[in-house]
């Protein structure tokens, strides 16, 4: 803006491509290092760091989502996260996808992302969603598209926009035949074949392999696995482990250790891979044990 060949020569410089709120904050940065972020201007504040080459403000906007992420502003900030390929931060908000798509995907910003986004979240195989709503979410964005368009939000307007990687990703037989019905057979989106192979399917009359997944997602609903079948536990003073397989991928939300009444601990846990006894996670910590509320001991969770 200020040097080099295509540096601004006039005496007065109006940014385009800016508000007055997140340039503001933008200069408050340089001259004084502190930034007020918020959820209305951080994006904008993140796009000017970026242009103008300010990577401790960058920072600062990043460290800021990622401690004010949630399900309602998950699609705002990750094409942000693609755009500037970071990738850690891209990979937490499909975390929040993944937990919870349904409030996400019934917010106001899905309806605002690229169609890349919407193919990616239809083909995930882990959505916290049931498939009907997954469809009307889908049908909602391809209805908003249509507006941006200026073209007839029809069936077949919706399908064409949609792509066939889009539609094939819904899983239409997981759907119950009275939502598909009330729901789906309205939208007009799948042809008269698709249709009449789906109501055959629900009859238990399908001649011809249906175009769609059947299989079920996988859900982020959190389980608690009991390791062991006593509720007693003698400390010995040594390092204890416990070891996990899984035959399909988790994720590992915590471990819950045995303690005493009112006892109080400091404990250091690891997750360690035994394959080549690498460290993958570990947390050190103070606590407090508490009665469970469905079991007759006292425990704390890590």
Known sequence: MFYGRIAETQDSIEPPDCEYESLLELFRF?????????????????????????????????????????????????PHAQKFEDKDLEDRCWNVIEEKTEEAMTSDKFVT????????????????????????????WAT????????????????RILGEEIVKGIRFPLIPQKDFASVVYDSRILNYEELGNMIKYYNGISTTPLPFLQASRMDSTM??????????????????????TAKKPVK?????????????????????????????????GNYTSEKSDTHAYYRFDV
């Open 223 to 244: 389980h608690r696995c009991y390791r062991f079948q006593t509720e007693r536990w003698w400390y010995s003073g040594n390092t204890d482990c416990i070891i996990l």
């Open 113 to 140: 992302v690229e169609r890349s986004v919407v193919e990616s979240v239809v083909k995930r195989e882990l959505l916290n969603v049931t498939e009907v709503e997954l469809f009307k979410a889908v049908n909602r």
């Open 144 to 159: 908003k598209e249509c507006e941006r368009q200026g073209v007839a939000s029809d069936g077949e307007t919706k399908r």
């Open 252 to 284: 590992l939300y915590g471990v819950q250790h045995f303690g005493s009444e009112s006892g109080e601990y400091t404990v250091t846990t690891d997750i360690v891979d035994p394959v080549d006894n690498t460290s993958l996670v570990s947390r050190t």
């Open 30 to 78: 340089l001259y004084t290092d502190q930034v007020n972020l918020s959820g209305s201007n951080v994006m904008q504040v993140l796009y000017l760091a970026n242009k103008y080459l300010v990577p401790s403000l960058v920072k600062k906007c990043k460290e800021y989502l990622r401690s004010n992420l949630i399900a309602s502003n998950v699609f705002c900030v990750l």
